[in-house]
């Protein structure tokens, strides 16, 4: 199986991306832990992917695309993939189906996870993340067991760079005009699915699984 993960930054895509991961056995692939990893690692790649997530922009097109690519040519994404922040602009998107349609496979369902600007901002403030594994927590929502501190490897949890409101704001704005026409574009190829994502993460992730298990 192959999902797409849409929706705003902080809509809750890797939430559910990483729950989809674990419930039907396929990786879960997000370019922008790709590109943490890099920064972390200190690589060319993490140098300059940094440049643009500080300011809240899209990194190129032409570094994003062939990240992506290596990582879906991997051998555990045979079984499938869900993929959490890729595409984010329609050519983007055009790379994928090329790529996909050249080994006679498909997208199976692009999911846009619905939750307007409004409540964006506090979801990104609360927001905290796993300097190690890349785990993600919310401090009112999703409460990590002992404050500060990663359930899974016991490590610390920050704020990320790019959560901080003046950043969210222009990733907004970025979204609103290069990601959002990816709706109407799967939309389009008849593979769109909807849920609202203002209700709890268990309710979100319930909706997912009866589309997904329709
Ligand atoms: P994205 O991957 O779309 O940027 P995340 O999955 O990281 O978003 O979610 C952003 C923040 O909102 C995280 O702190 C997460 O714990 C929290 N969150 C995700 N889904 C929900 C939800 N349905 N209700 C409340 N908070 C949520
Ligand atoms: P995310 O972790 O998905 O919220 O992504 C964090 C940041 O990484 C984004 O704001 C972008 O700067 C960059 N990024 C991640 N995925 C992509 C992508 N597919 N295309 C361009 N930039 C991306």
Partial sequence: MKIIMLGAPGAGKGTQAKKIAAEYGIPHVSTGDIFRANIKENTELGKEAKSYMDKGQLVPDELTVKILLD????????????????PRTIPQAEVLDKAVKELNEKIDY????????????????GRRACVKC?????????????????????SQLIIRDDDKPETVKNRLKVYHDQTQPLIEYYKGQGILKEVDGTKDIDVVFEDIKSILNA
């Fill in 71 to 86: 990582r879906v040519a991997k051998d555990d994404c045979k079984k499938g993939y869900v993929l959490d922040g890729y």
């Fill in 110 to 125: 692009a999911i846009n996870v619905d939750v307007p600007d409004e409540n964006i901002i506090n979801r990104m403030s």
């Fill in 134 to 154: 890349g785990a993600t927590y919310h401090i009112t929502f999703m409460p990590p067991k002992k404050e500060n501190v990663c359930d899974n490897c016991q």
